[in-house]
């Protein structure tokens, strides 16, 4: 049986295996504590997201990995960089899918509608790693 993993247990992190689970899903929900929601169908998984080989294990046999971490965001430029590479590295080596939400810091002030032709404004962590990842071809968007 595939099962999820979803690295963070951010509000995002909780509320995805929380609905994962509700629908009969298996879920890894991996955190530096082990901590998270308790659900019969969720295994609270302690270790560090950012080792590739170690992420790389407890997502063997996994349709997806969602990237739920929430790094604060002074911590961005040094935090983001290798939790993204341990992920994307997972993602490759099994498979799995790699799922990630994102904000809207990056556009800065808008004064009018947001359309997908908006382009960010300021540089910021998020942005450089998904540059890197669209120059790999490791980016699809659906819909």
Same mark, same amino acid.
């Given at each position: 049986? *595939?099962?999820?993993?979803?690295? +963070? #247990?951010?509000?995002?992190?909780?509320? =995805?295996? /929380?609905?994962?689970?509700?629908? !009969?899903?298996?879920?890894?929900?991996?955190?530096?504590?082990?901590? +998270?929601?308790?659900?019969?169908?969720?295994?609270?998984?302690?270790?560090?997201?950012?080792?590739? %080989?170690?992420?790389?294990?407890?997502?063997? +046999?996994?349709?997806?990995?969602?990237?739920?971490?929430?790094?604060?965001?002074?911590?961005?430029? =040094?935090?983001?960089?290798?939790?993204?590479?341990?992920?994307? =590295?997972? #993602? %490759?080596?099994? !498979?799995?899918?790699?799922? *990630?939400? *994102?904000?809207?810091?990056?556009? +800065?002030?808008? /004064?009018?509608?947001? =359309?997908?032709?908006?382009?960010?404004?300021?540089?910021?962590?998020? *942005?450089?790693?998904?540059? !890197?990842?669209?120059?790999?071809?490791?980016?699809?968007?659906?819909?």
């Amino acid at each position: 049986m *595939s099962f999820s993993v979803i690295v +963070g #247990a951010s509000s995002v992190g909780t509320a =995805t295996a /929380n609905l994962l689970a509700s629908t !009969g899903e298996q879920v890894k929900l991996v955190t530096r504590r082990g901590t +998270g929601p308790v659900h019969p169908l969720i295994e609270r998984v302690a270790a560090d997201a950012t080792d590739p %080989e170690r992420l790389t294990a407890i997502s063997q +046999g996994a349709s997806a990995i969602y990237c739920c971490a929430s790094p604060a965001n002074d911590r961005w430029p =040094t935090d983001w960089p290798p939790l993204f590479e341990a992920m994307m =590295t997972a #993602a %490759e080596r099994t !498979g799995a899918v790699l799922a *990630s939400y *994102s904000n809207l810091y990056g556009y +800065g002030q808008v /004064n009018g509608a947001m =359309t997908p032709r908006l382009s960010r404004r300021t540089p910021n962590s998020g *942005s450089v790693l998904i540059s !890197g990842a669209r120059r790999c071809g490791a980016i699809r968007r659906d819909g």
